[in-house]
């Protein structure tokens, strides 16, 4: 069973272009997760989508980003006009439909932006 | 909201002791904490999780404590090995009600052979 899947794993954007993020979630899985990680910090939640809907999206700025987890295809986080601030790793997590908590993640994007 | 501490930041064992993890959470709704580990370039992996119905839980050298009235839970690793080296972090949920996790900033384990 294949786990989470992320793409590209690398990315470099020069600022004020536009990056978007993939994620595949495991087999069976319809709840997807998206986490921001800073250099040298934890991990902090953006938004919680399943299937053509978003849950919850607390922990997503107001502008230049969004996200969307269509009914067909993989999870795309559209980040618009990027900053240098925006240089992370984004984590995309899934979970199956009756254990939202128990998430598993993929191996993340790393975004420079130069 | 929920707010997640985990002590200490850096933890140096030698091969074969126990390392311990220490994280405190604010908001007495959560009731679901589950454990990550980290190597370097890769994505958070589940390694154990606990729920506030339970106190204690333990899968082979790993073990979960959780103290619901004073706030906090930990990790014990015990006899470590070098492969055990990795960011642990704890986390914080509301188990069933979906959505997110609230992350601790991360304990750097080094595990000395």
């Known amino acids: 069973n294949a786990g989470v899947m992320q793409n590209p794993r690398h990315l470099v954007r020069r600022r004020g272009q536009e990056a978007r993020l993939r994620c595949s979630p495991m087999?069976?899985?319809?709840?997807v997760y998206w986490y921001r990680q800073l250099p040298e910090e934890g991990l902090k939640f953006m938004v919680y989508?399943?299937?053509?809907?978003?849950?919850?999206e607390s922990g997503m700025p107001k502008e230049r980003f969004s996200a969307e987890f269509p009914k067909e295809g993989p999870s795309i986080l559209r980040i618009q006009q990027v900053v240098r601030g925006d240089s992370a790793a984004y984590f995309c997590?899934?979970?199956?439909?009756?254990?939202?908590?128990?998430?598993?993640f993929g191996p993340g994007t790393r975004l420079t932006v130069l | 909201g929920e707010n997640v501490e985990q002590h200490p930041s850096t933890l140096s064992v030698q091969e074969g002791d126990s390392a311990v993890i220490k994280c405190t959470y604010s908001d007495s709704a959560s009731n679901y904490f589950p454990w990550y580990k980290q190597e370097l370039g890769k994505g958070p992996q589940l390694i154990i999780d606990i729920r506030s119905n339970v106190g204690e839980k333990k899968d082979q050298r790993i073990a979960v404590t959780l103290n619901k009235t004073a706030k906090h839970f930990s990790l014990h690793i015990t006899e470590t090995q070098p492969e055990d080296s990795a960011v642990y972090f704890c986390a914080a949920g509301i188990y069933n009600q979906g959505g997110k996790l609230i992350f601790g900033q991360g304990t750097e384990l080094s595990v000395k052979p």
């Open positions: 087999k069976g899985h319809s709840h």
């Open positions: 989508l399943q299937k053509e809907n978003i849950i919850d």
């Open positions: 997590a899934s979970s199956p439909p009756n254990t939202y908590n128990e998430q598993f």
